[in-house]
């Protein structure tokens, strides 16, 4: 099996292991044992069970973002761009559960890495909500006066919530469909310039 190989099937055994365990109850021995490798083979390229959770970030999150842009590139629109933001990110949590859980709860309760990583993946994905608003905004599409670094937070807040509600409940009361077009229309509502607030 190749090096890059071996990687790849340590990260998603991790994700697995975070999901089902939590990362401060997993074991680098469950990991490998997921994984189907030594213990010894993990630390062949990862320093320690933190470092894992670094790597995974910033790989599943590269996808992410590339899954994205990809998906924003099929359309001209900085008004519908949102509604597909908004469906594609919620999209990516139904079907990507134990990532999504690993990514929404887990690392959030690392202290460690939420105070020490500098979280760049993190703040390129948001930064794609700023861009399509300030794109808006030389369209005249958007009010001026939106402040896109504030909007950028509040939009993906909400989409957050939802992923985290989706995550710890049992049971969805909303479809992908309805929770990304009530979200996104909430929004483009609010800073739409007249004229513009509905999307045909």
């Known amino acids: 099996m190749k090096a890059t190989d071996k990687h790849q099937k340590i990260i998603q055994a991790a994700v697995k292991i975070f999901a089902r365990n939590g990362f401060f109850n997993s074991r680098i021995s469950e990991i490998a044992k997921e994984a189907n490798v030594a ?9 320690n069970k933190y470092d894992i959770l670094i790597s995974l970030f910033e790989e599943e999150m590269g996808k992410i973002i590339t899954n994205m842009r990809e998906e924003l590139a099929k359309e001209e629109n900085p008004l519908k761009q949102l509604e597909i933001f908004s469906r594609v990110h919620l ?3 139904e079907e990507n559960r134990e990532l999504a859980e690993v990514l929404q709860v887990e690392i959030r ?7 020490e990583y500098r979280n760049k993946k993190f703040a390129e994905y948001v930064n794609i909500i700023s861009s399509v608003i300030k794109k808006g905004q030389e369209q005249g599409l958007i009010r001026e006066d939106v402040m896109p670094g504030i909007l950028k937070r509040a939009f993906f807040g909400a989409l957050d919530e939802m992923s985290r509600f989706w995550i710890l409940s049992p049971q969805k ?3 992908i469909h309805t929770a990304a077009k009530q979200i996104s229309d909430f929004f483009i509502r609010g800073i739409a310039v007249s004229g513009h607030d509905f999307l045909s």
């Open 109 to 115: 309760q690392s202290s460690k890495f939420m105070k």
């Open 173 to 175: 009361k909303y479809s």
């Open 39 to 47: 213990d010894g083979t993990i630390y062949l390229y990862f320093n």
């Open 91 to 93: 999209k990516i949590v």
